[in-house]
């Protein structure tokens, strides 16, 4: 309202000035009304919503980055719009401008791209491929051969998470920074009208972890990690000091250190209003990292100092230190609401806190039920995107669905989609289907063709056509292809693991055996040593489920394993009932009854610090694998059984 009756103001007396008989002094008086109106509007709600530990050139730039996201935003939320009963044709423009683009390669001319004029001919030509297939290409290109895969310069290699599997290494080229752009606009537009116009320009928390040692350089000179290694560099060129974390915060180097740091920082704002976060699982560690370390923290907010135990390097540590000054008052503030428990704690210590800009759809949904039941309540929790290093899937157009209902509207533009039936994963060359094919109800593997060079590309992810929105399907990620149960041949899917504790946890917790089942993953029997085979059993194989439990009475334990593990067999054998199936196997005898194991609490953080320390996977991407095949893991859970 204020800027409007100054802009209105100022309007006014220019108007009366330029009512002079020249007409350039007229014009003249009024560009440069305009412009000091416009000019002083902006000052104006800079100076309203920027904190006062923004400098002014940086509430500036936020002021103007935010305005230029949701201009670039809803313009191609327009296209988008366009486009929305125009799927096929999209789908093939797409598709013709990757084939004209990479068509002369090294790759292209081998199996003819050029030649190619439609879609069913390029399913004729080109097999359906997995990562093996390019394994070789990519190694030569990353030793400074070009014009293999693509036409256009590497500007780095995106390595997968490699938590469900081996790492591969994708090309990342301008166009696909250009295509996803749009999808990442219409996002963070959504992400900003989620808030309140009065809090979209303060500090944002970014748990975003330093990946960048993670970085190495191929031999040709181009870069090869994470992508969210270079996510944080594009943060350092255009976010700047926009986040309660200080940049120096970014570099540190150690993951727990680093959690540490980036909750400090975040509880010295009381009027934080967004939560940034790859996944929703970084957000529930965050909350636990302060949970178990509140009064460290309480004590170096009312100093003014730095826990000293942290392994935080020299350098970071006196760069950190300059931004810390002794905050009694807010110390003692957290102090009272810690003591009072961790229940809403989010809305307690963060009164203004509305947003958490998280993916918490597929295996994170057990991290955010955490958060709305624990932690951050009432909290809006939006998942922005549905993304993979090969490319964005899908987006999230409806920001105000929450939970189960979030549905993804496939990026038409991003890649170009085929989907392959599940009935067709084993055949040697699958039939697939086009994105206006797809069935409602139905669940498919993705099958994508993408401008880095990958062509009819199996990802593993098996998502389910939830809905369609115009002609474009609407998605929701189902499990990795990869991950299952399979001793037999049963093929149990995380999704079933996920719906299966679920299922244990409302049942149990409602009977006041526990609180809730904090987080679990699974393995095969034969990666146990045996002498926890349960007796009776003998060697016949069986599933085995590690369950984390808050709350849990000890002199119950024994009991409780044995009642969880009768339910998670029972669970099983009626949701999986397809032809050899869980219940074929158990009726038949080929697998034992299912074993529930639980460890002690804080093992499953215990094991996240482990698989970052012993990979390559970066804190910000990595995700608990679900089900186990590596030894070492299921021995350190193994290792964590309560006795």
Known sequence: MK??????????????????????????TYLIGFSAAVVLTILL?????????????VGLFHYCLNKAIQIAGKYHAWRQRRDINRLKIVQNGVLLRILKLNGKTEYGLKYKLSHVKTREDFVKAHPVTKYAHYANLVQRMTEGATNVLTKEEVLYYGATSGTTGKPSIVPQVKTMFWTQGQYVFMCLRHALNLLPSRLRYGRTMNLLYNPTRLLTKTPSGVYLGPVSAFQRLSYSIWRRDVYTTPPMGFEIADSTAAQYVHTLFGLRHRDLARIDALFASLVYFMFRTMEQNWREMVHDIREGTLNRELKISVEIRIELEKWLNPMPARADELEKEFSQGFDNIGVRIWPKLTLINSIASGS?????????????????????????????????????KDGDDVGFL??????FFEFMPLENSEDTEPATVF?????????YEL??????????YRIGDVVRVVDFHGQFPVIQYVHRSSQQLNIRGEKTSEDVLLAAVAHLNNLFSAQHHFSRIVDFTSCESVLLNLKITPAGQGMTPFYVLFLELQGLIEEDREKLETQLGAELDRFLMKSQCKRYGYKYQRDKEGLAPARVLLVV?????????????TSSTSPSQLKIPRVLFKQPLVDFLRNAIVV
């Open 3 to 28: 800027t409007k009756l100054i802009f209105g103001g100022l309007s006014a007396v220019f108007v009366l000035l330029a009512s002079s008989s020249h007409p350039a002094l007229c014009i003249v």
């Open 45 to 57: 709600r800079v100076a309203i919503f920027k904190e006062s530990t923004f400098t002014f050139s």
């Open 410 to 415: 496939l990026a038409v533009k991003s890649v």
């Open 435 to 443: 994105a206006e094919q797809v069935e409602k109800g139905k669940e």
């Open 447 to 456: 099958i994508l063709t993408n401008f880095g060079g990958l062509y009819r």
């Open 364 to 400: 994170f949904q057990q991290y955010s039920a955490i958060l709305r039941e624990k932690y951050t309540k009432a909290v809006k929790i939006y998942t922005p995107w549905y993304a993979s290093t090969e490319g964005i899937l899908g987006y999230n157009e409806w920001p105000e």
């Open 601 to 613: 609490p804080g093992s499953f953080q215990r094991l996240r610090e482990f698989m970052i320390n």
